[in-house]
């Protein structure tokens, strides 16, 4: 078994999908193909959702706009307005209009997901329709009957037991080599489409892997592989080759966009191999993941946080900042779901650095401010430089104004502005 996973990016015109099906065509083992919605659908339906919950008439044509984008790219597949596929995409649009018209419930995170997974369910409907025209004939498998999560919507966590027996019996029952799912979603027990979390696509790629023990996994990007740095800013940014699972989880954890956080641990714990490659030369490299250690010596490796907020914190009493204090600091980000990025502590003072995004963001600085005097910096930059030298530190913080800087072993982060 192998498992593909194709990305918006590289289903997000009809030429990709084609370029998609030649891929599929070369490959001669059993494949579990993995989709993600098309281009940015999972966006536009989080704006499209955001709108009804506002009872905005401007939903309706953001919902034309995504039913648009994709009838252009299935008639630019299926000539013949005869085919199938135009009855499923009317009745999956058509469930979503419906929708529009009523007045969404309070649980928001439910919405969500069943409003969101729209984008996975029509995009695998169309690519299974595809290379079924294209002589390649496949199971289209429904993620949310066969991959089990608990209620958490917007979070979904995998019931794994409840997860394995289903993919084995999926494959046990098969009626062809070739499986197409969805990534990013799933079904609760009692039948309610869950997510797991943006850009999860990754994730369930992985989990399939692993439960199946294939031979590989590869996701397929627009981007030749993984790279020392965002080439829409450093147009330098070179090629990694191969990057341990170590380095790959670290990458994600400083917020490179490399490959969904969770991805790794399943593969890590059964020594699959994870390729990233380009689907515009499906024989290019790419860079491999696996093993413990990076074979290479490692090249300094930036990633750049953007709309950074740098948060200091000081008792109104003048008191310590000591372990009591900083749990009850911690509680209230527990509280709001704020991810710190960075944190820098003196005798009466702690400094927290973290995305300046989200509605709950202020809420958490007023509650904040019941103890401490807050002082804040917005729009700051937070760059990582993994395994950092002196010339690349200096590169990317020339004509800054640096603000925090900090330094382990392998890791580099400054605050600028
Ligand atoms: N379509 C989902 C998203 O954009 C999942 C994925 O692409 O991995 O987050
Ligand atoms: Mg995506």
């Known amino acids: 078994m192998i498992v593909y996973k194709f990305g918006g990016a590289s289903v997000s015109s009809a030429s990709s999908i084609k370029s998609l099906a030649g891929i599929v065509k070369e490959c001669k083992e059993e494949l579990f193909i993995v ?6 659908t999972t966006n536009n339906l989080e704006a499209l959702l955001s709108l009804w919950y506002k009872n905005s ?12 984008y994709h009838y252009n790219i299935i008639s630019k597949l299926f000539p013949s307005v005869n085919h199938h596929v135009y009855d499923v995409f009317s009745e999956l649009t058509l469930n979503i209009e419906r929708r529009l018209h009523d007045v969404p419930g309070d649980n928001y995170d439910f919405e969500y997901d069943q409003l969101v997974s729209y984008g996975e369910l029509i995009s695998t409907r169309i690519v299974s329709a595809f290379l079924e025209t294209s002589g390649l004939k496949n199971q289209w498998a429904d993620a949310r009957s066969w991959l089990k999560t608990d209620d958490t919507f917007r979070e979904g966590k995998v019931n794994y037991i409840q997860t394995e027996l289903n993919i084995k019996e999926l494959v046990r029952t098969r009626n062809s080599n070739i499986y197409v799912t969805q990534g990013f979603i799933g079904g609760t027990a009692d039948g309610h489409t869950t997510t797991l979390g943006r850009e999860g696509s990754d994730y369930t790629a992985a989990i399939i892997a692993s439960m199946l023990d294939a031979v590989k996994l590869v996701v397929w990007k627009d981007v030749p592989g993984i790279l020392t740095a965002d080439p829409l800013f450093f147009p330098e940014a070179e090629k990694l080759d191969f990057i341990s699972y170590r380095e790959a989880i670290e990458l994600s954890f400083y917020g490179a966009k490399v490959i969904h956080p969770k991805t ?14 380009s689907f515009l030369d499906p024989g290019g490299s790419g860079t491999l993941i696996q093993g413990p250690e990076s074979q290479s010596p490692i090249r300094p490796i930036v990633i750049i946080k953007r709309e950074q907020i740098l948060v200091s914190l000081t008792p109104r009493d003048f008191s310590f900042v000591v372990e009591d204090c900083l749990s009850r600091i911690f509680a209230l980000f527990f509280k709001y ?12 003072s702690f400094t ?5 995004k989200g509605p709950f963001v202020m809420r ?3 509650e904040l401010g019941i103890e401490f005097r807050v002082l804040y910096n917005e729009d700051l930059e ?7 030298t002196q010339d690349a530190i200096k590169k990317h913080s020339t004509g800054r104004k640096l603000i925090v800087e900090q330094r382990s072993r392998t890791t580099a982060m400054l605050v600028v502005s």
Do not use: M, W
Not at 382 to 388: N, Q, V
């Open 35 to 40: 989709i993600s919605a098309f281009g940015k």
């Open 57 to 68: 008439d401007k939903r309706f044509s953001v919902y034309n706009d995504i039913v648009g």
């Open 382 to 388: 937070l760059i990582t430089i993994r395994h950092y």
């Open 352 to 356: 927290l650095c973290f995305d300046n």
């Open 364 to 366: 958490l600085l007023e």
């Open 337 to 348: 779901n704020v991810k710190v990025n960075l944190i820098q502590h003196s005798a009466i």
């Open 264 to 277: 790794i641990k399943p593969l890590q714990n059964k020594n699959i191999p994870l390729y990233v490659k």
